[in-house]
Nanobody, 127 residues
């Protein structure tokens, strides 16, 4: 079983950048597909970005395409979400999640496809 811990959240002005990190305390990312989700107050949790087990394929929500980049470092058991050109509507709690690897180019984007979740990190973007 893999345990995930997010870090890197905080308060940033609109137009700024943050990099979220997700560390695995057990297991290796090369055995999982990874996803970043977010949940804003009063809204449902939504996919932000996801990447397949090898890091060769990724998928982004339309709202973050061109601004956010997901990546993994299997040697360090770390996953990252680089967030640039942040907007107030990006304000949310961000979660990383690990799901089955599938061992293909398939990138899971539904939260029910993920088995393990971190505790979340708050991102607040001021206008």
């Amino acid at each position: 079983q893999v345990q995930l811990v997010e870090s890197g959240g905080g308060l940033v002005q609109a137009g700024g950048s943050l990099r979220l990190s997700c560390a695995a305390s057990r297991g290796t990312f090369s055995s999982y597909a990874m996803g970043w989700f977010r949940q804003a107050p009063g809204k449902e949790r939504e996919i932000v970005a996801a990447i397949n087990w090898s890091g060769g394929s990724d998928n982004y929500a339309d709202s973050v395409k061109g601004r956010f980049t997901i990546s993994i470092d299997n040697a360090k058991n770390m996953a990252y979400l680089q967030m640039n050109s942040l907007k107030p509507e990006d304000t949310a709690v961000y979660y990383c999640a690990a799901g089955p690897p599938y061992y293909s180019d398939y990138v899971p984007i539904s939260d029910d496809e993920y088995d393990y979740w971190g505790q979340g990190t708050q991102v607040t973007v001021s206008s």
